[in-house]
């Protein structure tokens, strides 16, 4: 130890010349150490910025009713056709008797009931698609320079880049 004291001046430029050395190598080669530092933390920022996505306010009595109500027509539709082929299968003449009612319907009727049945899934599909889940909008919440706290930035700035304006 004496010798090493002598050549380089002592522990402290020692210690100056090791991280020297370091830093130089780091130029060339990265820091794994740190390398894995900073996956973890942006692991962590994503996870919570994840998380963030799931919290919510618990809504009152009405919001919970209406959105029972809205849960209700694709299961009924499923069951509904369920029991018409249990139905066929428990009597199929009372079943044949039942299905000439349909036939008597006019065309356009049933187009119109098919549109109907069309905008409600799709209007449904497509406010679920578009990620406001109830919450609103993030976008307009946000400012265009600053996203919201817990907001991941990145996606912000996609979003801002993908709007469609209305001077389009």
């Known amino acids: 130890m004496g010798l090493i004291d002598r050549i380089f001046g002592g522990a402290d430029a020692t210690r100056a010349l090791g991280r020297t050395v370091t830093g130089v190598a780091e130029v060339f080669v990265p820091n794994a150490t740190r ?9 962590r920022a ?22 029972g109500l809205n849960r209700l027509p694709r299961p009924a ?8 082929f249990v139905y066929a299968m428990i009597d199929p003449v009372a079943f044949a008797g ?5 036939n008597a319907v ?43 706290a817990g907001e991941n930035a990145a996606i912000s700035a996609w979003r801002r880049s993908h709007v469609i304006r209305d001077d389009d």
Do not use: C, K
């Not at 996870?47 to 959105?67: C, Q």
């Not at 799709?122 to 919201?148: D, H, I, M, V, W």
């Open 35 to 43: 390398r894995m530092e900073i996956s973890a933390e942006m692991q």
């Open 98 to 102: 039942r299905m000439q009612g349909p």
């Open 106 to 148: 006019p065309e356009a009727l049933w187009w119109l009931l098919g549109a109907i049945v069309s905008f409600y899934f799709g209007a449904r599909e497509l406010y679920y698609f578009r990620g406001s889940g109830g919450t609103g909008s993030p976008l307009t919440n946000a400012t265009p320079e600053q996203p919201e």
């Open 46 to 67: 994503a996870m919570d910025a994840l998380a963030s996505e799931f919290v919510s306010i618990r809504p009152g009595l009405f919001d919970r009713l209406v959105n």
């Open 77 to 84: 539709l499923a069951f509904g056709t369920i029991g018409l």
